[in-house]
């Protein structure tokens, strides 16, 4: 079993609608949580950042943690064709808080 | 300021020859570290240096990856005979308290 669950997708959503994207993990000792995007040929770019449970909003994203579930999630809303591109999840434990650990991506796609 | 530099961006070698990648971080970021995507899987930690120390390297296949950083500068990843399970995508990232991890745009590498 993968220590981090991504579903792959393509996910495609309309131009305004609401993105919703998730992670399951299994290794309890992960406190911090990523999100990050990456278009193609280019390298990941951090969108998010969360330190254990709870909730973050920036702009147009929304990044959730749930540790009693081991799940997390990122919202983008009023989604834009911008906004294709494969979502990463990462996250990484305290005692070794730079040795981060992928999802596969989840590829969205907007279409106008 | 300028952003994380690999290169080449691609390179196509055959089997048994010898390879060797570059990465330039951020100036004045002592970690550094490397990641590799092989085709249909997650982005996997390689390893992680502070300065010119290796400060993990758990993540690296076998010996026939040498990793170095020379004056805790630039870092360099030689794969040495390459493999054709070698091919992938090698990414590098800096990462300091302010922004965090920056990744470059990475090195697609094929072995054929």
């Known amino acids: 079993q993968k220590e981090v669950e991504q579903d792959p997708g393509p996910l495609s959503v309309p131009e305004g609608a609401i993105v919703s994207l998730n992670c399951t993990y299994s290794?309890?000792?992960?406190?911090?949580f990523m999100w990050y995007r990456q278009y193609s040929r280019k390298g990941p770019e951090l969108l998010m950042y969360?330190?254990?449970?709870g909730n973050k909003e920036d702009g147009r994203f929304t990044a959730q943690v749930d540790k009693s579930s081991k799940y997390i999630s990122l919202f983008i809303r009023d989604s834009q064709p911008s906004d294709s591109a494969t979502y990463l999840c990462?996250?990484?434990?305290?005692?070794?808080?730079?040795?981060?650990?992928f999802g596969a991506g989840t590829q969205v796609v907007v279409t106008p | 300021e300028a952003g994380v530099t690999q290169f080449p961006s691609h390179s196509v070698i055959e089997k048994g020859q010898t390879v060797t990648l570059r990465c330039d971080p951020i100036?004045?970021?002592?970690?550094l570290y490397w990641y590799r995507r092989v085709m249909g899987k997650e982005i996997k930690f390689l390893l992680h240096?502070?300065?010119?120390?290796?400060?993990?390297e758990s993540g690296m296949p076998n010996n026939r990856f040498l990793a170095e950083r020379t004056g805790g500068t630039y870092s360099t990843l030689k794969v040495q005979p390459a493999e054709l399970e070698d091919s992938g995508v090698y990414f590098c990232?800096?990462?300091?308290?302010?922004?965090?991890?920056?990744f470059g745009s990475g090195t697609r590498l094929t072995v054929v």
């Open positions: 100036s004045g970021h002592d970690n």
């Open positions: 290794n309890s000792a992960f406190q911090y």
């Open positions: 990462a996250m990484s434990a305290r005692d070794s808080w730079g040795k981060l650990q």
């Open positions: 240096f502070v300065k010119e120390s290796k400060q993990d």
């Open positions: 969360t330190y254990s449970s």
């Open positions: 990232a800096s990462w300091d308290r302010v922004y965090g991890y920056t």
